[in-house]
């Protein structure tokens, strides 16, 4: 099993608190990021209530915070086979599972996984992704120098799912996985954790 949907949603205010934020990420078209300057405050009301959803499955935000992946893409494109990462004191250590809620964006954008390269495997390179916005940053993801090269590099997913934040879902993020992207705003609120996915689930 790779994701687990459940039917957590921000009330209309705190998803008004949250647009607020990272509006002005919408004034440019960009690929999609990890939006790392800037996290959602525990004490905000959004984030009061992600806390208590997950304080139900005895989980915290403290790994990474509560944070946002945005994008304006222009164009549709195919997402990147990887596997996440968290650098903590310099050592890159895995994030197992994510919990993902949307909040703007095409619920149809599908998320893909493939349960046979994942965290530990000797064929995961260490690759350098460059964004439009010039940022780069290291992940572990199939050998290939195009996300074309990398699917055909790992063939076919395991498992596939679209509408599946709709509007929230805990996903595995240690194998190998992807989302493709829609053009337009896409603005996903992420929760990253040290448990593995099958640990949370069954709580
Ligand atoms: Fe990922």
């Known amino acids: ?55 139900k499955y005895n989980l915290n935000i403290k790994y990474q915070g509560i944070m946002a992946f945005t994008s304006n893409s222009d164009t549709w494109f195919e997402g990147n086979p990887h596997v996440d990462i968290i650098r903590i004191n310099g050592e890159q250590v895995p994030i197992r599972t994510r919990f993902n809620i949307m909040i703007e964006g095409n619920i149809n954008d599908t998320m ?6 994942s965290w530990g495997s000797d064929q995961l390179v260490q690759n350098k992704f460059t964004l439009r916005s010039g940022h780069s940053y290291d992940s572990y993801s199939i050998p290939g120098n195009s996300p074309k090269e990398r699917w055909d590099y790992i063939g076919e997913p ?46």
Request: glycine share 2%; hydrophobic share 35%; net charge neutral.
């Open 1 to 55: 099993m790779f994701y687990y949907q459940t039917d957590f949603d921000f009330s209309p205010s705190a998803k008004q608190y949250i647009k607020n934020i990272y509006k002005h990420k919408f004034n440019q078209n960009y690929y999609h990021d990890l939006d790392s300057s800037k996290l959602i405050d525990p004490i905000s009301p959004p984030g009061r209530e992600i806390i208590k959803f997950l304080s």
């Open 112 to 117: 893909y996984w493939w349960k046979d390269i």
């Open 158 to 203: 395991s498992d596939k799912k679209d509408k599946l934040l709709t509007p929230s879902a805990f996903v595995r993020t240690d194998c190998t996985h992807t989302v493709n992207v829609s053009p337009g705003p896409r603005l996903i609120i992420t929760v990253a954790f040290a448990e593995t996915f099958d640990d949370i689930v069954s709580r």
